[in-house]
Each structure stands twice: as structure tokens, then as C-alpha cells.
């Protein structure tokens, strides 16, 4: 399992990948207010958090292994927004 977290990513996570699951999430849960719709997002803020863990600098990943990405993921949607370059 150890050896598989240090592996280069070969999937990153999209924004299609990020409808389902809150089509999926929309679905499962009830909501005592309402929950705008996906689209009703604001503009560019996910596909930039998206983009930043698949960053890179002189062409190596700034995220180089699955738990490196996964890691990046989940701090950077818990803080809810993309990284100021």
C-alpha cells in the first residue's frame, strides 16, 4: 500500500469528476436550505485549485506522488480556494 502512495500520479482529478460527485452528494443528502447548483459556482475558483495541485516547476511536479496530490487536494478544497501565484 506504502509503495503505491509513492508512485507518480497518473489520474488528476477533473471538474466533470467534481459535478458527479456533487450531483452524487445532491442527491444523497437532504438539505434543510436550498444548495445552488453546480454551475452556480464561482467562476474559475475550482478549476484553479484543480490546476494548482497538478502544478509544476522546471517540468517536475510540485505534488510528485499520490499522497503528495491527495494531500494538496484536501487542503487546498478545505480552504476553499485557489493559491495566489
Known sequence: MTKALKKVP???VTLSDCKMIFDRFYQE???SEPLP????????VLESILGSVQA???KK??????LDAASA????FIR????EF
Open 10 to 12: 497518473t489520474y488528476w
Open 29 to 31: 443528502i437532504d438539505f
Open 37 to 44: 447548483p453546480f454551475e452556480k459556482r464561482f467562476p474559475g
Open 56 to 58: 509544476t516547476y522546471h
Open 61 to 66: 511536479y510540485l505534488n510528485p506522488t499520490i
Open 73 to 76: 487536494y484536501l487542503n487546498q
Open 80 to 83: 476553499g480556494h485557489a493559491p
